[in-house]
């Protein structure tokens, strides 16, 4: 007796659809017409004998046995491409594709270091960039649309392995004139009537509330701003004070504008920048040699960051 499976395509059109909601979008992402991928999930209707998904002009609605086929079917998609991950890092190590993950609060400032020099040190490595806030990362990268991501710790990500890369220390940025005269500042002497933070999906914002252990922080911000960028000319402006990380300020952020940054005193002013992979990945060799590169690139940046690779501190976020 002859048993017909679902087919890898099939079951990629039916994912893609589930995390668009748009047969255009899904098809887009699948790099197929529309009416390709619509008649690849009704072979594949007709191949299992149900509905799985509710068709109307305006509406995609998956009935409940077709929620949980994309889940199954997800979950057999990244069996699949551990396959092809398994063979890979039997050979050359970081020769291939690489889809990696940054958070917007760390890529604008170590990538345009970073990719010349994994360029030069292995030129057949593919590297595709996504960049996302936190949780959108952690959520593409257990989903297998990421292969790692550089993250700042701590961050509630899931079953994980960790690489440390650096601490990046936190600090707190002032008008021109309104920087205290001391070396650091106090949690308690931030106004926090006048603080301007990120919007919430962003992890620096966590971090920093956790550092100052003042939860009312969180609901007394000022105003919430998209990227460090806007923050900083915000900032300049006189509208009020933010934080920002160092490596945001050896890459320059504060230059062309008047303000002053001040290093934050806690035992927690700071973030520790990882790089994630998903523990049960096969590329675990990979991923740890390209955290020793970018470990060292962060150093030959800001040599005062170290090369050690202490474990990840957990520190409980406010």
Known sequence: MTIH?????????????????????????????????????????????????ERTRRVVRFTPLGLKISEKALRVLREAEELTDMARAEGKPLHGELRMGVIPTIAPFLLP??????????????????????????????????????????????????????E??????????????????EPRAIDEQRLLMLEDGHCLKDHALSACNRPEMRADAAMMGTSLHTLVQMVDNGLGVTFVPGMAIDAGILEGTGVDARPLSSDHGFRQVALIWRRSSPREEEFRLLADALRQIAHDLNPSLGTKTPEIREVELA
Not at 8 to 17: C, D, G, N, R
Not at 18 to 47: D, I, M, P, W, Y
Not at 130 to 138: D, G, L, P, V
Not at 173 to 179: D, L, S, V, Y
């Open 113 to 166: 270091a970073m990719l010349p020099r994994l360029r030069r040190q292995w030129p057949n490595l593919k590297l595709f960039l996504r960049e996302e806030t936190s949780q959108a990362a952690c959520d593409a990268l257990h989903r297998g649309q990421l292969d790692c991501v550089l993250l700042a710790m701590p961050f509630p990500c899931g079953d994980v392995e960790k690489a440390q890369l650096f």
């Open 5 to 53: 499976l679902p087919t890898i395509k099939q079951l990629q059109y039916l994912v893609a659809l589930r995390q668009h909601g748009h047969f255009g979008k899904a098809a887009e992402s699948c790099f197929v017409t529309q009416s390709t991928l619509s008649a690849g999930l009704r072979e594949l209707e007709n191949l299992l004998g149900i509905v799985l998904v």
């Open 168 to 185: 990046d220390r936190l600090f707190v940025a002032f008008p021109r004139g309104e920087a205290p005269p001391d070396t650091s500042v």
